[in-house]
């Protein structure tokens, strides 16, 4: 890594895409118990793309009412804020994280697939688990490897340090490191950051592969952690990352984990990928 090539990555960071302020605003909104039906449908009116978006999305059989779902104003009666919160936001990133991502050999759709994996996946790890609603899982989950779209091109001009590494049997983002200076999970907490995102999703960002080392220890960064290492064991999106992972031994006992619910939630991921991203093919 040289400066140079350090300042470059700080420089597409900054450039990144911003979220649509449809995002922004509904965080607020979430925030306000005062919060109606219509406010959402305002802020996303005027997108009908997003619109369009929002709708397939809703009307997936994950969410339970499949094909039931006319207006965004009706995904808030029969989804409620959270769930359509989180369409909103999963309709605004769906575009930019459908394309190929090179670097990490990523062919079109798969990333956009396995960030729906992890999504699905920690959803049923709270559920398997019995964990008190946890909000924001599937959004942060979502986006947790989001920095990978701004890292694939510099990994590409690297390829063949990526290989010489690869052969050393390091782990991804340990390469990522040594290769550039930084890694995709730190990429990802500085997008989210800068799109205002709060704190405990910036962070469940930041620690995916390594929650043991966050500051504030959370279910949040956990689950995120453990959701994408089941992933990867079950092979969607695997890509370039390989199968070395493992989740981490304090997080699996933190969250009082065992292999029966590992297994229950993996059995289930591949058809609930199927379920919310079909509409999207
Ligand atoms: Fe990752
Ligand atoms: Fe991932």
Redo the contacts with the bound molecule.
């Keep these: 890594m040289n400066q140079t090539e350090r300042f470059e990555i700080m420089e597409k960071v900054k450039s990144f895409p911003g979220i649509s302020g449809a995002v922004s605003k509904i965080f607020s909104l979430l925030d306000d118990p005062d919060t109606d039906a219509s406010r959402i449908e305002d802020v996303v009116r005027y997108d009908p793309g997003l619109t369009a978006n929002i709708l397939k999305m809703s009307n997936s059989a994950y969410f339970g009412f499949s094909g039931k779902i006319g207006s965004v104003r009706q995904a808030v009666v029969l989804l409620g804020w959270k769930r359509t919160a989180q369409i909103v936001i999963a309709s605004c990133v769906n575009a930019m994280m459908d394309e190929p991502v090179s670097g990490y050999n990523l062919q079109k759709g798969e990333f956009w697939r396995?960030?729906i994996a992890?999504s699905v996946a920690a959803e049923g790890l709270v559920k398997e688990l019995k964990l008190p609603d946890v909000e924001k899982i599937f959004t942060a989950a979502l986006l947790?490897?989001i920095g990978?779209l701004v890292l694939g091109a510099f990994l590409k001009k690297d390829m063949e340090k990526v290989e010489i590494e690869a052969a050393r049997g390091v782990s991804f983002e340990i390469a990522e490191r040594n290769i550039l200076g930084t890694d995709h999970a730190e990429i990802g907490a500085m997008i989210l950051k800068n799109w205002m995102f709060p704190p405990g999703m910036v962070s469940a960002v930041r620690w995916?592969h390594d929650p043991d080392s966050a500051g504030d220890i959370s279910v949040l960064t956990d689950i995120v952690h453990v959701a994408?290492v089941l992933?990867?064991m079950i092979g969607v999106?695997v890509g370039r990352?390989g199968l070395r992972y493992k989740p981490s031994p304090l997080a699996t006992k933190r969250l009082g984990l065992t292999t029966g619910h590992l297994e229950m939630v993996a059995s289930q991921t591949l058809q609930w990928v199927d379920d919310l991203s079909d509409m999207f093919v």
Aim: aromatic share 0%; glycine share 8%; charged share 25%.
């Design positions: 396995h960030s992890v947790h490897d990978k995916h994408n992933c990867l999106g990352e």
